[in-house]
């Protein structure tokens, strides 16, 4: 999976470079702070502090992804989205992806893509509910055309458990009843 996630990972970099530049912005690897509502200084890995000035300036903090503390088995037996990246070195068999953001939704596409049986479990009624109801709805009917299970209103993970079979797969239990069995990656997404 290593080599076709870069590979997949790679080419959205070039697209939004891309559309980037189509679209006159300019984007500065460093530590920015505003100077003025106008003005950033920016201190680079170089340890030099550049100074730019913009009539629109957007400084892209990013984030870290963390896991609930409260559910049961979830740091034992689950990862953030960054672990997709870092840890996920084999493609499973199938996987568990919670969230209903943008990037649990990239996330499920490109494992179901690859071949893995995947379930997205989402939290309330759809992916992306606060987007536009039809991209909302028509990505809801592509994703399950491409064969991705929906699990809806779970209300979240309520534990997460080594199967009972002596494997090496999960059980993912959620707030609202429903389980999913036999689960090679769990992955919070949220």
């Keep these: 999976i290593k080599s076709y996630r870069d590979d997949y990972v790679s080419r959205l970099n070039r697209i939004y470079d891309t559309n980037m ?7 500065i690897i460093g530590s920015a702070s505003f100077v ?23 400084i892209a903090t990013g984030g870290k992804p963390s896991l609930p503390k409260d559910v049961e088995g979830i740091e034992k037996y689950a990862m953030t989205s960054d672990g997709f990246f870092d840890e996920l070195e084999d493609l499973p068999e199938k996987a ?13 596409g490109m494992l179901q893509s690859l071949g893995t049986d995947t379930c997205l479990a989402v939290r309330k009624n759809f992916a992306l509910r606060k987007f536009d109801e039809i991209l909302r709805t028509t990505l809801d009917e592509e994703m399950q055309r491409h064969g991705i299970q929906i699990f809806r209103n779970t209300n979240g993970v309520s534990k997460i458990t080594a199967s009972d079979n002596n494997s090496t ?10 389980v999913i069995e036999n689960v090679d990656t769990v992955l919070i997404a949220t």
């Design 21 to 27: 530049k189509n679209s006159g912005v300019q984007s």
């Design 36 to 58: 003025t509502p106008n003005k950033v200084a920016v201190m680079q890995e170089s340890q030099e502090k550049k100074y730019y000035t913009a009539k629109h300036i957007l």
């Design 169 to 178: 797969t999960k059980t993912v239990y959620f707030q609202n009843g429903d």
């Design 96 to 108: 568990v992806v919670v969230g209903g953001g943008y990037i649990a939704v990239e996330i499920a």
